[in-house]
């Protein structure tokens, strides 16, 4: 049973960077895809970005310039960077394995509120 948990910090400050971590357990972060979504309050999910299983990154095109995923093998974890939060970059953020289905995700934590506030 693949199981997965986000861990970060619930407040930034405005022109802070966010830095998420996912543990993962029951899987290999370098056997899957695995990517990071977020949900604004009473808005829609939106997809923020995947790292593949070589390593590789793709990051949502309105994002790409702020963000930034890794991966640390020897942890068994992978991480977000999202710089330059402002206010709108409120949300719940969570990360999940990516089946390469669009919108196919077999797995995903329970997601961590992250409020960009001074």
């Known amino acids: 049973q693949v199981q997965l948990q986000e861990s970060g910090p619930g407040l930034v400050k405005p022109s802070q960077t966010l830095s998420l971590t996912c543990t993962i357990s029951g899987a290999l972060v370098s056997s899957s895809a695995w990517s990071w979504i977020r949900q604004p309050p009473g808005k829609g999910l939106e997809w923020i970005g995947v790292i593949a299983s070589d390593g590789n990154t793709y990051y949502s095109p309105s994002l790409k310039s702020r963000t930034s995923i890794s991966r640390d093998t020897s942890k068994n974890q992978f991480s977000l960077q999202l710089t330059s939060m402002t206010p709108e970059d409120t949300a719940l953020y969570y990360c999940?394995?990516?089946?390469?289905?669009?919108?196919?995700?077999?797995?995903g934590g329970q997601g961590t509120q992250v409020t960009v506030s001074s």
């Open positions: 999940a394995r990516d089946t390469g289905k669009p919108w196919y995700f077999d797995s």
